[in-house]
């Protein structure tokens, strides 16, 4: 598992030149860090956790160029990206994901508003 001090970092390959940090943007999200994809409810009364974790980052708003930056990185729906994000332990972690952009969003003279997106299949790079 590959640990980073700096922040926040989204690229296409997890090597310094193609991974961008994102305070460098000024677009640091909100960050939520789920170790499972989903939690069942087993016969016993206990709880399981099944599947890949999974991140989201949420923005209050965006200009249109953070929106733009961020787009760049997933074209369509969803595309295969690196990202460095916060776990439950408070640790940057380095992980190559699925990232998801919002299907609906809300536009304010240039700005988008609460916009989230979704990292799935968390796994974590060696």
Not at 87 to 111: E, F, H, K, L, W
Request: proline fraction near 2%; charge should be neutral.
């Amino acid at each position: 598992m590959t640990t980073t001090t700096n922040g926040y970092k989204l690229g296409l390959t997890s090597t310094s030149g193609g991974f961008q940090l994102l305070s460098v943007l000024a677009i640091d999200p909100e960050s939520q860090f789920k170790d499972y994809s989903t939690i069942v409810k087993l016969a016993n009364g206990k709880q399981k956790g099944l599947g890949y974790p999974v991140a989201t980052w949420h923005y209050g708003y965006l200009t249109e160029e953070q929106w733009t930056t961020l787009k760049s990185y997933c074209t369509a729906v969803s595309n295969d990206v690196y990202i460095a994000t916060m776990n439950n332990n408070g640790d940057y972690v380095v992980y190559s994901a699925v990232m998801n952009m919002p299907d609906q969003y809300i536009v304010r003279a240039t700005r988008y508003i609460d916009i989230t997106i979704t990292f799935t299949n968390l796994i974590a790079v060696a």
